[in-house]
């Protein structure tokens, strides 16, 4: 049994001595790679009562990566009992990857998701959504009386009348068992609550809360109904006279994922917290690699190797722990560097701007100077059209008049022209800017606007053109080369190519120049800017630092060695060893 399986079956051991939480989980037969879990519905919530059934699909990675969860108590796909709980069963929470919130870290558990899930199960559902943390009471009220009908006829008596979703065969299965056993102690509350409710509310056209923008169900409350078929499975139960005193009303936000649900006790046995394996049981000496104390504290240094490798923490100085923050002691020996290896990586794994990336900052600099040139030739394309259209405008003129008119119809143009000109030379700043403070690892960036617009370009050329990091270094290495033969020679970049192999100067036609007349404004325009020292001179520096930075890439791939991480070592004043 590997230490995957060893760790799930850890995982079902802890949740079935946690009692008071009401929540179970069980394997498929001897298949741990889909697991069953059933929430209760908290007391004193709309959820109460509820049998809540949800599918764990167990990757291959766990717990490196945290199980694919899907929502099943949906009525075939057609019911939204939570904001985050999606009729087609997706669940939005912060450590599956669904939500905005802490991430998933190895200490993290499937007893740590069943008790996020619950946690929100709470009394106001409907503020849950982003957007209606202010509702009015009323709507808030609304929703409640919404999710009561539907738990108790699809996740009470869905179950009672036609069987358990989760497919028992044979022998009566875990969650049949703690569903059968905890509804009786809730029908009366049950009851209660859809007696009062009917005299309210039945008859009333029931209107979805959470489905926003989409056709809903045209279907009426039937309170009554509901408490009829629910007596018939508990008919020695008696309704209580007054409504039960509520408990303390829980919170509607996120368990956060930091283990808290572990038990602390010294006394408890000692295991890693990211296979959960004893010493004993891995052949391996646990260690206590930071600040964390209880249950948490120790782990083989394997996995926290491998934990870290695959948040993509290349540099071995931000190794850090997820829950203390303190710094990993690495204990390293010189590697090979990884030459291709490193050339063939998609680009967007560079602008992952939540984890560090070897040479993510050289690989910003030079999709900067992508969008710089895509900038230019837009820009320049529209300048020119808008040229082309004041000469046209003008060509019929004599020329008197048009001595008088070709600056103010040029103007649109010229102004464009000195913004573009503008923009190069702050993206030029830029560029020496990321390159001097994070060109090791992440990239240093300002503004939200240029992280969105960094990332939106490695997208669109990974999803056009499948670009690598190798096609990357191309596109700049030419558009580079382009600059410099037009600013030290003159001349177009394809002109240096195709000449020795044509044998003759390309010809590359203009397509402005039949309507143009001397000194006219384009020709004044550019020609000054691009002959002026401060252009050329900004020029020249924008093509530098593609240049440096494609070297450093180049040495990193090819020269530089790499430092591979062989243990890590306990933390200082805890070199003690389990």
């Known amino acids: 049994m590997d230490s995957g399986a060893r760790r799930l079956q850890r995982d079902l051991k802890q949740i079935q001595e946690d009692g008071a939480s009401k929540i179970f989980a069980t394997a498929r037969g001897d298949d741990l790679s889909v697991l069953d879990a059933l929430v209760l519905g908290p007391a004193d919530t709309p959820y109460d009562g509820a049998l809540l059934h949800f599918q764990l699909n167990i990757l291959p990675t766990y717990p490196m990566n945290p199980p694919e969860v899907r929502f099943l108590t949906t009525d075939s796909g057609t019911l939204r009992l939570h904001p985050q709980l999606y009729a087609d069963g997706k669940v939005c929470l912060s450590i599956l990857g669904t939500w905005h919130g802490p991430r998933w870290t190895p200490s993290s558990s499937i007893h740590t998701i069943l008790l996020s899930i619950q946690s929100l199960l709470c009394e106001d559902p409907l503020r849950c959504e982003p957007g209606m943390e202010t509702a009015t009471d009323e709507k808030v009220e609304l929703a409640n009386v919404f999710v009561v009908h539907e738990c108790v006829r699809v996740g009470i008596l869905g179950m009672l009348e036609n069987g358990p979703s989760w497919d028992d065969e044979g022998d009566e299965s875990i969650l049949t068992a703690a569903a059968r056993a905890y509804l009786p102690s809730r029908a009366g509350t049950l009851l209660w609550r859809l007696s009062n409710l009917a005299t309210r509310f039945d008859g009333q056209v029931m209107r979805e809360p959470f489905v926003f923008g989409a056709e809903t169900r045209s279907r009426r409350y039937d309170f009554s109904g509901l408490a009829r078929r629910l007596q018939v499975f508990f008919p020695t139960v008696s309704v209580p ?29 000692l295991c890693c917290r990211i296979c959960h394996l004893t010493a004993e049981e891995s052949d391996s000496a646990l260690i ?20 870290l490798k695959h948040t993509g923490a290349i540099t071995q100085s931000e190794w850090r722990c997820d829950l203390c ?23 967007l794994e560079f602008v992952d701007f939540q984890i560090s990336s070897e040479c993510s900052g050289l690989v910003t600099v030079l999709l900067t100077s992508i ?44 102004l464009l022209d000195f913004v573009l000109h503008s923009m190069y030379a702050i993206l030029v700043g830029v560029k020496v800017a990321m390159l001097i403070s994070g060109w090791k690892s992440r990239p240093t960036v300002w503004f939200d606007a240029q992280e969105q617009v960094l990332i939106w370009a490695a997208e669109m050329l990974t999803l056009f053109c499948n670009i690598r990091l190798t096609g990357l270094l191309a596109l700049v290495c ?34 402005t120049s039949f309507t143009m007349r001397a000194n006219c404004p384009a020709e004044l325009v550019r020609n000054a800017v691009s002959n002026s020292f401060i252009y050329q001179l900004i020029g020249l520096s924008s093509s530098l630092v593609n240049l440096i930075a494609i070297l450093l890439l180049i040495k990193a791939a090819f ?20």
């Not at 206590?288 to 934990?307: K, M």
């Not at 969008?371 to 837009?378: H, P, Y």
């Not at 580079?480 to 002109?495: F, K, Q």
Request: overall charge neutral; proline content about 9%; hydrophobic content about 40%.
């Open 478 to 511: 030419y558009f580079t080369a382009d600059h410099l033969c037009r600013t030290c020679l003159g001349v177009n970049a394809l002109w240096v190519i195709e000449w020795p192999i044509l044998g003759r100067k390309p010809e590359i036609m203009s397509f």
């Open 371 to 414: 969008l710089q040139t895509l900038l230019m030739c837009v820009g320049s394309g529209v300048a020119n059209i808008l040229y082309l259209v004041a000469n046209i405008v003008l060509s019929p003129v004599v020329t008197a008049i048009y001595n008088i008119l070709k600056w103010p119809l040029a103007l649109p143009a010229i």
């Open 241 to 269: 006279p007054q409504e039960p005193q509520k408990t303390q009303e829980p919170d509607c936000h996120e368990v956060a994922p930091e283990g808290s649900e572990l038990p602390r006790t010294e006394d408890a046995e």
């Open 559 to 578: 020269l530089d060695a790499r430092s591979v991480p062989v243990a890590i070592l306990p933390a200082e004043g805890k070199l003690k060893k389990h």
């Open 325 to 347: 923050l303190a710094a990993f002691r690495v204990q390293s020996m010189p590697g090979k560097p990884p030459g291709r290896r490193l050339l063939h990586r998609s680009l």
């Open 288 to 307: 206590e690699p930071c600040q964390c104390a209880g249950s948490i504290r120790c782990a083989h240094s394997s996995c926290l190797i491998d934990w």
